[in-house]
């Protein structure tokens, strides 16, 4: 019988998780920051979708035309139904990787996305997919790839595949993956607690099992437990790339562009003495003990000069999709927690409105606050990685794409609503002002669910949303509890509804989401 998973977990789905690496829109900030020209997209491609939300939404609320393959069937079947919900154009398959390196119908393209799924393939299939990236990525067009790092997962990589081990010869024939797993971590529970040498050697490892216990174990079974699993150095990598003709172009997390948070002056003063940049690379890993890395490759890259570069930069539009009371002041970084410069209060406050706005305008605006453009760039790349700034489409595109952008947005947003009645699967929603995708958990898609059945007030929509609750047996939860009376989860509900129309409503009109 023919192994059509070519070891890779299938007999569990994917978790339906967004990736907003993946959004064209967002490339030209990061691009621009290292004085690079970001690519004009018109065909994109994402390689091992998963349950497909990233590229529905992404084909959903932009005029990008997509494409992509998840081996999985049922996977690919979802994603498909997504697609005809919305009435977008994209092109979405159940093929392997050579299955779709072989069809003759599809375009050239000017981005392909992979995101994680190349530490869980084999080498073949590595093969496979750089020719396809060699033969069908346009030159000037950018490849997304993400992936598990060394030196980061070096030390936890050994107990990785005894739990694994562990899953294949002790688990019980017929338990699924689920169990296995949970056999498996309670197994290394149990090592860990004969205080071995290799804990001791690696006091990490006790750390990075209590992360492992709290994550979704569909999660797990796809990061941890494929047959195939190669972290890999960056130099690696470039070589795999090399045959593509693809060059580093940058990170997609914007926030390792800050070097402030992540390096000590004298970790920086040495990157800033080695002259090649692939090798400077591969030093700033072991400086972070890089774990996971989410790169932008391009094949030609084109550079800005100052001026361009400049222009360009004034010319980026972002959007703020936090309530600006609730907007931290700190940030995260490799060195750990770090304060925010005064600066960011006034960007934050002339963004409080939630419309677009360009940085040249912003520029304009706190030029007597003291504010230079240096301060405003650095803030808005700490603030877009750290998810509360988002860029905004290009202004340059033009009204059918747009007019066709909302309609297909609000296509598939209406038919997630209906998916959120009975699942909380799902918590993101399409912005055809972003073109991507923007958070909206459960309760809150339930209250807008009851907004356009009609309900007017924050407590109906409560009502209506408690009642739906009820009648599957579903309680809320708090502070990790279920919330047992019935008045309490309509208080619950009450509390929760009135906070979403005073903070979050008004910012998804705005994003365009209704």
Not at 93 to 107: C, Q, W
Not at 134 to 149: A, D, E, I, P
Not at 469 to 481: H, N, P, T, V, Y
């Amino acid at each position: 019988m023919t192994d059509w998973t070519a070891g890779y977990v299938a007999d569990i789905g994917y978790t339906h998780g967004y990736y907003t690496e993946l959004n064209p829109a967002r490339q030209a900030l990061p691009f621009l920051n290292a004085g690079l020209a970001p690519p004009q997209i018109t065909h994109a491609c994402e390689l091992g979708f998963g349950q497909g939300l990233s590229v529905n939404l992404h084909a959903a609320a932009t005029g990008v035309h997509w494409s992509g393959t998840d081996f999985n069937p049922s996977q690919a079947a979802f994603a498909q139904t997504l697609a005809s919900a919305a009435g977008s154009d994209a092109q979405l398959f159940d093929d392997s990787f050579a299955e779709l390196a072989a069809r003759d119908d599809l375009p050239d393209f000017d981005f392909i996305g992979v995101h994680g799924i190349w530490s869980w393939i084999s080498d073949d299939n590595r093969r496979v997919m750089v020719d396809f990236i060699r033969r069908k990525l346009k030159v000037g067009g950018v490849l997304y790839l993400s992936y598990n790092t060394l030196p980061g997962w070096a030390a936890f990589a050994p107990m990785r595949h005894l739990m694994t081990e562990h899953a294949d010869a002790l688990g019980a024939e017929g338990q699924g993956i689920v169990k296995r797993i949970y056999g498996a971590i309670a197994f290394a529970e149990q090592l860990l607690a004969t205080n071995p040498l290799y804990s001791r050697a690696n006091p990490q490892i006790r750390e990075r099992l209590e992360t492992m216990k709290a994550h979704n174990r569909h999660y797990l079974a796809h990061e941890y437990f494929n047959r195939d699993w190669h972290p890999m150095h960056f130099a690696t990598l470039a070589e795999w790339l090399a045959p593509a003709k693809l060059r580093y172009a940058g990170s997609a997390h914007l926030l390792d562009a800050i070097d402030a948070i992540n390096l000590t002056p004298e970790q920086q003063s040495l990157l800033n003495q080695i002259p090649d940049p692939d090798f400077r690379q591969s030093v700033r890993d072991f400086m972070v003990n890089q774990q996971f890395r989410r790169d932008y490759w391009v094949k030609g890259a084109q550079p800005l000069d100052p001026l361009r570069q400049a222009e360009a930069l004034r010319a980026q539009r972002v959007i703020l999709t936090t309530h600006r009371p609730d907007v931290p002041l700190k940030v995260s970084g490799s060195l750990g927690e770090a304060n925010l410069s005064e600066a960011i209060t006034p960007i934050l406050d002339q963004l409080a409105d939630h419309k677009p706005c360009s940085l040249g305008q912003l520029e304009s605006a706190l030029k007597d606050q003291g504010i230079n453009f240096p301060q405003l760039l650095q803030a808005t790349l700490i603030l877009t990685g750290a998810g509360h700034l988002v860029p905004v489409l290009a202004a340059g595109i033009n009204e059918k794409a747009q007019a066709k952008a909302k309609k297909t947005s609000d296509a598939l947003n209406a038919h997630l609503l209906q998916l959120a009645r009975g699942s909380n699967d799902i918590s993101y929603f399409a912005s055809p002002i972003t073109g991507g995708g923007i958070q909206v958990n459960r309760f809150q898609q339930l209250f807008l669910l009851s907004a356009r059945q009609g309900h007017k007030h924050p407590s109906d929509w409560a009502e209506a949303s408690w009642q739906l609750l009820q009648s599957q047996g579903q309680r809320l939860l708090k502070e990790g509890k279920p919330i047992e009376s019935e008045d309490d989860n309509r208080a619950e509900l009450r509390r929760q509804a009135e906070e979403f129309a005073a903070k979050q409503l008004p910012m998804l009109k705005a994003l365009g989401v209704v």
